[in-house]
């Protein structure tokens, strides 16, 4: 699997395009991560505050510099503001694969643009990176997500049973995976 030394812009349509993540980037995440009807579905903590953000943010640029993630901003071509992020985490070069994550701000659901960010990344992974196995996890009642997964032809594999802990309580993860040949 190749490890990347510079970082890639990629294009998702004429009105938003994939970038690098920057530490100004905090507020717009701060702002979209906040609204209840997208943190639902996270099971991870979410910044309380500004500054919570900023070190989320350092976190997820710090990935691709340690080699062991990438993670792009969703960004408007326009006005360069970042409405969500998707990437590789966990990044494995002795089995060549990683895991998908992604988010965005609710007011740009239901329009597909998460669903061409997939795509863009899932062709750069496989073919540009040489992954071999890309996974992603949620809860099974995040449906959007599920069908965003489901039309970027990753497979159910099944159910990890209290998997993941969040707020002292023991979520199941539905496991899906997309491979090179799928």
Known sequence: MLKLSEFP??????NFYLREQKYSDAEDFYNYIAKPEVKQYILSTIPKTLDE??????????LFYRKTGIYWAIANKETNQMIGAIGFHDLNYFNNRAEISYDLDLDHWGQGIMSKAMNSILKYGFEIMGIERIQASTIKVNLASIKILERNGFNFDGTLRNFRLHKGKYYNIEMYSKLSRD
């Open 53 to 62: 953000a900023k070190e989320e943010i350092i976190y997820w640029i710090d």
């Open 9 to 14: 812009l990629l294009d998702i349509d004429d």
